[in-house]
């Protein structure tokens, strides 16, 4: 696909679509790898031509995936991404009708988010060495992380002026540019302040335009750090700490909104933290929830030991 009608693309899916740039720059991803398809089937000289695209090219494309064993929910996506293309060509006047409309999703068997337990937060949060500028930083990193329950994106993204230390709020820019208020608590409180006074001052020193700097979180250069960047410190805490090893950085959050509906928070109230749009999303927490209880059931009542070896009994 021609490289200015993938920037046309793109352009759509974040001015009218509203969706974040790496989702949209992800989506590009899929429309050429389809491209790709349709050169290995049609020819190169007939790949781009997307108008002949029809709803029997789209299932085979979705086969093909199939037997390249893509779990389902890349091939979910991948279709979604066909999907706001020809919705884009028909918007644009160049097709009249969307193949991949009609198209069905695959069903999904939905993975509980992995969850960390309280005393396991507790040495992950301590982790950090706070006699150092970045170990100030990295303790701001997992304390706003858990107590805010915020996507490491928006995280990454935030600015100082975003904090109101007063009111221990911030002000998150989510998903489609939608804006919500977050909280913290007093130990993130605390960790910031110290950052701020210590930490951010020192990883500034060597900026040239320190004053004009706006981002909370700075790498060594006084820039600001990148998700990757948060990525890779939060993952060498949790390796420090011994967690477990499918723990990341959105792990934070699910234990947050875990945690929260332990505690007898709504459902609504916690869509509302995460930003979620649907309640449906926010729903599998619930699901996280009673997982725990059975597990929490099995250690800990003697009932569950008896029902146990009756089963190993009955299968001898």
Known sequence: MPAEQIDAFMDYMTDVRSVSANTAEAYAHDVV??????????????????????????????????RMEYARSTINRKLAALRALFKFLVD????????????????QS??????????ELEQLLAAPDQNTPAGQRNRVILELLYATGMRVSELAALNVASLDMKRREIRVIGKGNRERIVFFDRPAANAVSQYLEHGREIL???QVDAEDEPALLLNPSGTRLSVRGIQKIVRKYVLQTAASANISPHSLRHSFATHLLDRGADLRSIQELLGHKNLGTTQIYTHV????????????????????EDEEHHDT
């Not at 790949?47 to 085979?60: C, F, S």
């Not at 644009?92 to 069905?104: D, L, Q, R, T």
């Not at 725990?292 to 569950?304: D, F, I, N, Q, T």
Request: hydrophobic share 35%; aromatic share 10%.
């Open 204 to 206: 500034l020193r060597d």
């Open 289 to 308: 929830t009673t997982q725990r209880l059975k597990e929490a059931y099995a250690k800990a009542h003697p009932l569950s030991k008896d029902v146990e």
């Open 92 to 107: 644009s006047g160049k097709i009249e009708h969307n193949p991949a409309a009609s198209a069905a999703s695959l069903k």
């Open 110 to 119: 939905h993975k509980l988010p992995e969850v960390l337990y309280e005393y």
């Open 33 to 66: 790898e389809f491209c790709n398809f349709l050169a290995q089937i049609w020819g190169e000289e007939q790949a781009w031509n997307l108008g002949e695209v029809d709803y029997p090219t789209i299932r085979r494309y979705l086969a093909h995936l199939n």
